[in-house]
């Protein structure tokens, strides 16, 4: 048997996570359309549900490794020494600081509100 190589991975991993992350959209979607009428009440007890919970958890695990692993490609194609000169280092290591900062802060920030 055959093993992937890197690029055929990060492939497969950015697809699989999209896949998550509209399957999430649609689910959320589907049960917003289908209430007679939203209100506070609802809606929290909507999120109070444990798979809900848990759903919408890897909905944001999901957006997390999407994330990462898309912008690990933009920088890596884009953050160059043909654009950066001999700052492309710095400036893709500012980057990925920033999108890994982004990425912590959501995620934390969605746990500690879904749970």
Same mark, same amino acid.
């Given at each position: 048997?055959?093993? *992937?190589?890197?690029?055929?991975?990060?492939? %497969?991993? /950015?697809? #699989?996570?999209? +896949?998550? /992350?509209?399957?999430?959209?649609?689910?959320?979607?589907?049960? +917003? +359309?289908?209430?007679?009428? %939203?209100?506070?009440?609802? =809606? @929290? @007890?909507?999120?109070?549900?444990?798979?809900?919970?848990? #759903?919408?958890?890897?909905?944001?695990?999901? *957006?997390?490794?999407?994330? !990462? &692993?898309?912008? =690990?490609?933009?920088?890596?194609?884009?953050?160059?020494?043909?654009?950066?000169?001999?700052?492309?280092?710095?400036?893709?290591?500012?980057? &990925?600081?920033?999108?890994?900062? +982004? /990425?912590?802060?959501?995620?934390?920030? @969605? *746990?500690? /509100?879904? !749970?």
């Amino acid at each position: 048997m055959r093993k *992937f190589g890197p690029g055929t991975k990060d492939f %497969i991993i /950015i697809r #699989l996570s999209a +896949v998550l /992350i509209l399957i999430y959209s649609i689910y959320l979607t589907a049960s +917003v +359309v289908s209430a007679a009428g %939203i209100n506070y009440k609802e =809606w @929290s @007890s909507f999120f109070q549900s444990p798979i809900n919970k848990i #759903l919408t958890s890897a909905f944001f695990l999901a *957006f997390a490794i999407h994330t !990462w &692993r898309g912008t =690990w490609a933009i920088a890596t194609d884009y953050l160059t020494p043909k654009f950066f000169g001999n700052f492309d280092k710095y400036a893709y290591l500012v980057f &990925r600081l920033f999108v890994a900062a +982004v /990425i912590a802060l959501v995620l934390t920030w @969605s *746990f500690f /509100i879904i !749970w």
